[in-house]
DNA sequence: CATGAATGAGATTTCATTCAT
DNA sequence: AATGAATGAAATCTCATTCAT
C-alpha cells in the first residue's frame, strides 16, 4: 500500500508540476496565481500545499526537472551517431516537448528569476555547468575536433554552441504563433549545421542546407 | 515656459524611466511595485502617473528606449573601422551601461514579458528586426564576407552574430557578484574574436586570443 | 469486548486530551491546529473527530477536566489539617502539574476563551463556584473564622482567596524561564501565608515567613 | 500643514486602535480578523496597513496602551487623599473606561497573549512592574502604613493588592450580561474596603461596609 | 505640479472538517 | 478503528490606481 500511496502522491506531484509549467509558461512566475495552477491541475488550491510548501517551492522543483531533462538531453546527445546529429539533437530539443512556446517561455522566465533568486539561481548554474560539461565532453571525444582548425577548444567550442543554443531558444519566444513547431525545428536545424561548419568543415561546398 | 516645462518634464520622465529601470532589474516587472519606484526616483507614487498611464506603460517605456539604444549602439557599431571592431562594440555594449547586471537582467525580462504581452512582444520584435537588419547591412558591406567560405549568406551571419549575443547575455544574469564588469568584457570580446575567426578567417594559427 | 474497547476509547480521549492541553497551553486555543494536536498525540486528525465533534467540543472537554481538578483539589484541601494547610494546597496546585507555565497559561486562556463562548463560559462559572462553595464550607467550619476579627463572612474571605490565588495565577505566566518550579511555588506559599495572616491572626509577630 | 496631517494622522491611528480593541475585546487577537477591524472604524482594510506594519503590531500598539493608561491611573492613585481612597481608584478603574467588559476582556487575552508572545510579554511584564513600583510607593509614603501591624513591607502589600486586582477583573470577564457597571463597581469597592481593612485597620468593628 | 491617503480586489497560505479506503 | 488526501472558505497582507488637497 505505502508503494501505491507513493505513486499516486508522485503522479499527484507530477500533475502539479505540469499544471504550473504550463500556467507558468503562459503567464510568468508571479502572474500566475495558485489558483491558476490548482485550476488547470483540476484540484484545490488547498492541496497543493500538500505538496509543496510554498509557491516559490515549485518553482525550485520545475527549476530541478528541468535540470534532469537537460541530463536527459545530453545522454540522447551522446547517443548520436556524429556530432553534428548530437548538435542537432541539443538544438532541437525545445521544440518538441509539450506545445511550442512552452518550454521556451520558462526556461526565459527561470534565468531571470534566478538573476534575483538565489535558490533558483544555484539550480541553473549547475544546468549551465551539466550542458557546459556533457557537451566539452562530447566534442573532445568527437573525430570532428582533430579536423577543427578553428584554434578553439572543446571548452570553448561548448560554451559557443551553448550561448547559441540558449540565444536561439531566447529568440523563440517571440516567434510568431503562426510559425509551426516544424518550421521552428527546421530553423534550429538551420542554425545548429551552420555553427557545425564553422567549426568544423573546410570545404564550403559541403553545406547543403538552404 | 512651455519650454521649460517641457524639458522639466522630459527631465522628469527619465528620471522617473532610470529609477523603474533599476527597480526592473532587480526585482523584476511584477515583483517591482510602484512604491518601489517612487521612492528610488524620490517623489510621490501619485506623480509617476502624470507621466504614465499605468504600470505596463512604464514597462512600454523603456522598451521603446531600449530600441534607441540598440539603434544607437549599431550606429556606433556602424562607425567602427572594421567588421570585427563592430562585433566587439555589439558584444560589449551590455558590459558597460550602469552597474553590471542591471542592463542583462532587464532584457532578459523585457523577452520573458514579450512572451506574453502582445505591446512589449511589438517592440521587442522590432528591436530584434532593428539589430537584424543593421547587422545585416554591416556584413554585406564589409569586406570580410567575400573572403568567407562559409557558404552563409549575411542575413544567416547577422542572426548567428545577434543569437550568439542574446545567449551570452542571457547567460550573464548568473554570472556570480564577484566577476568584474572588466571580466565580463573580457569574455565578451573573446566570444566576438572567436565567432568572428569562424566566419571570416581562414588562417587558423591567427586566432591570438586566448 | 465492549468493556475492552470502552477503556481503550477512553485511554485514547485521554491522550488526546493530554496533547491538546499541552498544545492550547503552548500555542492558546485559536492558534493550535488539529495537525498540531494530532502531531503531538501521535494519531490521525481523523481519529480525533470520533473522539470530539469539533475543536470546541475538545475546549469545553478540557475545561470539564478542569472542573474535575478542582474539584478534587478542594477534597484535598478539604483533608488538610488546617486551614493555613489548605489554603497552602490551594495556592500551590498550578505549580506542581506538569510543567510550570502549562497550566496557568491554559487557564488563563480559558477565562479569555469563556468571555465569549457561552459553553466555555457555562462552564468555567461552574468551576468558579464550586471553588467559591468548596472554600466557604472549608472556613465555615474552620475554628480560625472565629477568631477572625475582620468581620468578612466565609463567603467574602472565599472570594477574596480565590480572587488572590487566580490574580498570582495570572500574573505567572509572565514569570520568566529561569524561574523554578520550586521558586514560583515559595512565592505562591509566601502570598498564601501573608494572606492567612491578614485574615486570622492578630500577632503581627507570629508572621514568621520570609 | 505638517501638523495638520500629524494630527489626522493620530486621529486615524487612534481611530483603529479603538476600534481593533473593540473587536479584540469580543473576540479575541485571533479570532478577530482585519475585516472585522476596518469595518467596526469604517475604513478600508488596506488603510490600517499603512499605520500598522501587521496585526500583532496592533497588539502591540494596544498593549502599549494599556502602559500609559495604567501609569495615569497610579498618577491619580496617587493624588487620592488616602490609601483607601487611592485603592479605590485602582480596583474600579476597569469599570468606568468604555463599556463594561471591554477592558477586563482585552487585559486576560493580553495576558494569555503574553504567555507566547515575547514582544508582548516585554511590555505586559514593564506594565506590571510600574504597577508595582507605583503603589509600593504610594505605600511606603502613606501613614497607614506604619500603623499597620501585619508585617508585611510595602513591596509585599502591592503585590498583594495588585494580584487581588488582577484576579477580581480576571474573574469579572464572567459576570452575567445582567450584571450593571454600577453593581460591578460596588463589587470592586468591597473588596478594595476589604483588603485596605485587613491590611490596615485594628478595629474589626470599623469594617462598615456591607 | 505634487502629494500621499484611501480603496478594494486579489495574492498566498492555513486550517477545520469530511470521507473514501 | 484509523488514516490522511482533499476541500474550500477565510485570514493576512500587498498593490495598482485614484483623487482631494
Redesign the pocket.
Known amino acids: 500500500m505505502s508503494e501505491k ?1 507513493l505513486t ?2 508522485l503522479d ?1 506531484r507530477e500533475q502539479i508540476l505540469e499544471a504550473a509549467m504550463t500556467c507558468f509558461a503562459e503567464c510568468g512566475f508571479h502572474q ?4 491558476d495552477i490548482s485550476a488547470k491541475a483540476g ?5 497543493i ?2 505538496y509543496f ?4 517551492e515549485m518553482i525550485a522543483a520545475l527549476a530541478a526537472e528541468h535540470k534532469k531533462d537537460i541530463a536527459s538531453l545530453l545522454e540522447r546527445a551522446a547517443d548520436a551517431p556524429s556530432l553534428l546529429e548530437a548538435m542537432e539533437v541539443i538544438f532541437t530539443s525545445h521544440c518538441c516537448a509539450r506545445s511550442p512556446h512552452i518550454l521556451s517561455a520558462f526556461v526565459v522566465d527561470l534565468f531571470a528569476e534566478a538573476s534575483r533568486n538565489r535558490r533558483v539561481a544555484k539550480i541553473v548554474r549547475s544546468v549551465m555547468r551539466t550542458k557546459a560539461a556533457g557537451v566539452a565532453a562530447l566534442i573532445a571525444r568527437s573525430p570532428e575536433l582533430k579536423k577543427a582548425k578553428s584554434g578553439l577548444d572543446a571548452q570553448a567550442i561548448a560554451e559557443m554552441i551553448f550561448a547559441l543554443n540558449d540565444g536561439t531558444m531566447m529568440r523563440s519566444v517571440l516567434s510568431p504563433a503562426n510559425v509551426s513547431v516544424s518550421q521552428q525545428r527546421e530553423g534550429q536545424l538551420k542554425v545548429a549545421r551552420s555553427l557545425w561548419h564553422l567549426l568544423f568543415s573546410h570545404t564550403s561546398h559541403g553545406n547543403g542546407h538552404r
Do not use: Q
Open positions: 500511496t499516486l502522491s499527484r500566475t496565481s495558485m489558483h484540484i484545490s488550491v488547498g492541496l500545499y500538500r510548501k510554498s509557491k516559490e
